[in-house]
């Protein structure tokens, strides 16, 4: 059993109670029956946010539920003024109050009303927050993510560079693999681990293309993700990135990667600023949908990038807001996923998650 979600189940039940009247009227009994139809993990694999006294990580779970009401004793006529009683106390809550209380919705269903009984439909959230200091959570199961694509889910990988201090070999999960079309004159990448600041660096602005949009192509460093020394052969997925940059210039991920010559990309720009997705498709580039041009990212400040990539659908997403979702004239196709930077030689990346869409 997930302790969370019991934990969860209990606080709704106690919550419902709390907004109900607390007088039953003599001669009356009431039931209430909350009847749970899905949980979910909150936030990103259930991770909502640190807590800062005490220090530790804020988890939660998503329940949709519907209350069933039911009144016995008495006269119909009671027994109907006490539910109309019972189901306005429910509906007619101030809406902050409702927020604080963890409820993100309740709605009467209509069809299920009668003079002794009634359901109502209710999104409520539970924050379980830490008693005794902890670590903030560094290892999260992507797979407890939202999912509002039509697949199933499946975990595939997930490194925090943190864990990998002490490693003999910390970037032997990962392969450098820098895109052949860089400008001539342009750097080799320097992909290093940095053990004292925790996190992945790539410090050469290695750069193909120019770094506005006027023309598709963005050639780039590029560090590929390789468990095992296996790389994945995904189209369909969901990933997520955590980076930060002193630089203003390209920072994002290649996926669907053939090879050299074959991938797609999304890419992020702070200088020009843009987010765009795009392909090389037998060495010819091309930007797919129409890119976001008045977003970029904030300089010297961690971010979390998520991409959700399926069929003809790709979407990006910074920080938990929508930039862009494009859709492209043919499906994405199967190939591997890493890191991508382009004319950034100040990138730093934090942490790698994927799920796969099944």
Known sequence: MDALSDLALTALDDAVTGLLP???PAGLTRAVRVVPGEIRAAGLG?????HPDPRGSILGRRVRATVELG?????DSDASGYLNQMVRSLLTQEQGELRREGFYHIALDPENLAARSARLNLDFEYRHLPTTSEG???????SLDVNLTP?????????AA?????AAQPLADFQVADDPDVD??????KWVFNAGQQRIEQNAAVVGGPLDLSQPKKAGAQLLWRPGGQGFELSRFIAAVDFESDSTDGVGAVFAREDGESFWYFLASQRNPYHLFGRKDAGVYRIVGTPATDVGFATGSRHVLILIVYDQTLIAELDGVRTLQVASDVPVTAGEIGFLTHGNGQARFHRARLIELV
């Open 162 to 166: 943190r864990s990998l201090v002490g």
């Open 136 to 142: 903030v959570i560094d290892l999260l199961d992507l």
């Open 184 to 189: 001539a004159g342009s750097p080799a990448s």
């Open 151 to 159: 697949y199933g889910m499946r975990y595939r990988f997930d490194v």
């Open 22 to 24: 607390g007088a039953v």
């Open 71 to 75: 009144v016995t004793g008495g006269s």
């Open 46 to 50: 259930g991770y909502i946010g640190a």
